[in-house]
Nanobody, 125 residues
Framework: QVHLLESGGGLVQAGGSLRLSCKAT????????WGWYRQTPGEERELVAF???????NYSDSVKGRFTISRNNDGNTLYLQMDRLNPEDAAVYHC???????????????????WGQGTQVTVSS
């Protein structure tokens, strides 16, 4: 499993930018899909973006062209660059990491689906 710690949230004016970070510790070698989700009160958690082990990215339609997901070369930090923010983007943003029962070379991987505590993003109009 991995432990995930998000940071970078805060208050920003509409049209502004924020960069979220998610630091992973633990079995990071086995992360297969690594993504950002967001949730507002009373709503279900929704996918914002994810990146696969191979580097393929996927975005929700609502953030495509405005947000960029990436990770560092060491593979232990995930980022979400958020540009042209609007009030509808306000939410608690959670980092998620998934693994499956598999091998990464000779390294044995076990299935996990771990979440961070989240970081609040507030956008003023």
């Amino acid at each position: 499993q991995v432990h995930l710690l998000e940071s970078g949230g805060g208050l920003v004016q509409a049209g502004g930018s924020l960069r979220l970070s998610c630091k992973a510790t633990g079995d990071i070698l086995c992360i297969r899909n690594w993504g950002w989700y967001r949730q507002t009160p009373g709503e279900e958690r929704e996918l914002v973006a994810f990146i696969t082990m191979g580097g393929r990215t996927n975005y929700s339609d609502s953030v495509k062209g405005r947000f960029t997901i990436s990770r560092n070369n060491d593979g232990n930090t995930l980022y979400l660059q958020m540009d042209r923010l609007n009030p509808e983007d306000a939410a608690v943003y959670h980092c998620n990491a998934e693994s499956t029962d598999s091998y990464r070379g000779i390294h044995r991987c076990y299935k996990y689906d771990d979440w961070g505590q989240g970081t609040q993003v507030t956008v003023s109009s």
